[in-house]
């Protein structure tokens, strides 16, 4: 292990609950409603992407116009959560751990799906943190697709085997071992199928249980 790649949102900070808020609210202004349980669904997904699953499960129909027009108010009222951001809201555990990992000689890049990504950073003051960012104004492809973890992976310069990627979504998962990464899961079990080890958090992992990997 020479690098590790982390997931933003659910990872290093819980931006899920500003995202779900702002989503519900564009339901609910569209005439309907959507669960917590189907949005662990969205987690990892392009803003895009969310919107069109979001709009299934209401049996809306808009035009590519609409949706434009939906998806950057949905932006606007996710931003007015981020602008209230402070470093505080970075989650336990995650900022001595990745400097264990930079004293260790360990690289570490950002590999998020969030367009937003650069400003959360700013936000919770955690940018010098990384040898690399990669957010989503440089995929194309959505995780489950690796796009977003191999453009990290080179950046950092080393092969995707040398490469662990932290994760908290399923579609994240997925995307760490079609770029042939290891995955370790953040969050529960029971949903983290596949990742090579889970833990709830950071405070919980050591960089041995990584070199056993
Ligand atoms: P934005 P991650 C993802 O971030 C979120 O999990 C997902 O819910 C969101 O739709 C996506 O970013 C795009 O975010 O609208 O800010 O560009 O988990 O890959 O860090
Ligand atoms: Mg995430």
Do not use: C, N, R
């Given at each position: 292990m020479k690098a590790c790649l982390f997931d933003l949102?659910?990872?290093?900070?819980?931006?899920a609950v500003y995202h779900f808020k702002a989503w519900r609210r564009l339901a609910n202004e569209l005439g309907f409603d959507f669960t917590e349980h189907q949005n662990?669904?969205?987690?990892?997904?392009s803003r895009m992407e969310s919107l069109e699953r979001i709009l299934s499960w209401g049996d809306v129909s808009l035009s590519p116009e609409e949706k434009e027009t939906w998806a950057a108010r949905k932006n606007e009222w996710y931003l007015a959560y981020v602008r209230q951001?402070?470093?505080?809201?970075?989650?336990?555990?995650v900022k001595d751990f990745l400097t264990t990992l930079h004293k260790n000689g360990i690289k570490i890049a950002l590999g998020s799906a969030s367009k937003n990504a650069p400003l959360i950073l700013e936000r919770i003051e955690?940018?010098?943190?990384?040898?690399a960012v990669i957010d989503?104004?440089?995929?194309t492809r959505s995780k489950p697709d690796p796009e977003v973890f191999l453009l990290g992976a080179q950046a950092l310069g080393?092969?995707?085997?040398?490469c662990i990627v932290f994760e908290d979504a399923v579609a994240g998962i997925e995307a760490a071992h079609r770029g042939g990464m290891k995955a370790v899961g953040i969050g529960s079990p029971e949903v983290l199928t596949e990742a090579d080890l889970v833990v709830?958090?950071?405070?919980?992992?050591?960089l041995d249980q990584l070199f056993a990997l």
């Open positions: 949102d659910g990872v290093i900070v819980d931006t662990e669904q969205l987690k990892g997904i951001m402070t470093p505080a809201e970075v989650l336990p555990g955690m940018a010098s943190y990384f040898d989503g104004t440089h995929t080393f092969p995707p085997s040398d709830p958090g950071f405070t919980q992992l050591t």
